[in-house]
């Protein structure tokens, strides 16, 4: 369909750009373990500690460990119903 040439870029008739050298204004879905560490304010080994024990479900990209966005939040939010 699209030989020799890249697809049209429709990304602005859904609101958002769809080029990777664009930046926007979206809060990433997955952090790499140091911003998911400076995200929920625990150094390396606590991350690692909470992903042992089950707390923290990371995902696997390649060699790359990511934590959702929703699993920091989740154990927040589980922690602030354990001290209430």
């Known amino acids: 369909m699209y030989r020799n040439a890249a697809p049209p870029n429709r990304g ?7 080029n990777s050298h664009v930046t926007h204004d979206l809060p990433p879905l997955a952090h790499q373990v140091p ?4 995200r929920i304010g625990l150094g390396r080994t ?12 990371p995902i696997k990209v390649g060699a790359r460990t990511l934590i959702p966005e929703a699993e920091l939040q989740r154990f927040i939010q589980r922690k602030i119903g354990e001290a209430a």
Not at 12 to 18: D, K, N
Not at 46 to 57: C, N, P, V
Request: aromatic share 8%.
């Open 12 to 18: 602005h008739e859904l609101g958002y750009a769809i």
């Open 35 to 38: 911003a998911a560490c400076h």
């Open 46 to 57: 606590g991350l690692y500690a909470l992903i042992k024990a089950g707390e923290i479900k």
